[in-house]
Structures are given as C-alpha cells and as structure tokens.
C-alpha cells in the first residue's frame, strides 16, 4: 500500500480505497485524483505524445499537465476528477505506447522543423517558376 506523506491534514477515518500504479491508497471520499497522487508524493505524472514526462502545473484543469489514464480511459484531468472508490488510476501512461499505435516519436521534431523553415527561404530554381 502506497503511504500518504504529504497531506496537510489527517484524513480522518472516512477512507476509501482506490488503486495508484495498481498499487492500493485510502482516500477521501470528495478529493480529486489529483490530491491523491501528489499525497503519495508522485511528481511525474504523465508522459505526452512527445516522450516528454510530466507533473502538474496548474490544478485546475487549464493546463492539460495532468492527464492519466482512469479506469482504462486516457487523458483524464487528474485534477479536475473527484474520487471514487475502487477507481484504478495508472500514472505515465501515454495510449500511443500502450495500444502500440505509434513508436512514441514525436510528429515533426524540431530538426525537421528547422530544415523546412530554411528550405522555403531559399529561391526557387527558374526550372520551377511556371507561368
């Protein structure tokens, strides 16, 4: 069982259970995924399309930085999804790797951005002028 070593204020006996990392937390009925997570001071949170990993930024639900997949769904706002019991909450997960969709490489990387920009600042050929 993950310990919580980072809340504020007891949590009281009014606990129920949900799954962090398939690992079992008590919670409070009434706070957000979000709240849980940082309890059991987890930091990295999620990895985005771009292999990036990441924590979460803003808290409420502006930013996208805390996105993980709940009970079998990707992208959940952890911040803005309240807790219930028996919830399954899998940190890192990023559905590109887990359904094998792509190698988890970003679209346009930004090597291949900075050879386009400087390709369309060189004139075109003569061959290519067309009228």
């Not at 992208?75 to 309240?82: D, G, I, V």
């Given at each position: 069982?993950l310990?919580?070593?980072a ?8 606990q ?14 009434g706070?957000?995924v979000l ?7 987890k930091?990295?949170i ?17 930013c ?9 769904k ?16 899998t940190?890192?997960?990023n ?18 951005f900075e ?16 009228n």
């Amino acid at each position: 069982m993950l310990n919580r070593k980072a809340d504020i204020t007891p949590i009281g006996e009014s606990q129920i259970q949900i799954y962090i990392d398939d690992e079992p937390v008590n919670v409070v009925e009434g706070e957000t995924v979000l709240s849980a997570i940082h309890a059991v001071q987890k930091n990295q949170i999620m990895q985005n399309d771009y292999k990036a990993n990441l924590g979460a930024y803003c808290g409420m639900g502006i930013c996208h930085s805390c996105l993980v997949n709940i009970d079998g769904k990707y992208k959940q706002r952890s911040c803005k999804t309240l807790i219930r019991d028996g919830m399954r909450v899998t940190t890192m997960s990023n559905r590109f790797n887990d359904m094998g969709i792509k190698d988890n490489q970003p679209l346009v990387t930004s090597a291949d951005f900075e050879e386009k920009v400087a390709s369309s600042d060189q004139p075109e050929s003569e061959d290519s002028n067309v009228n």
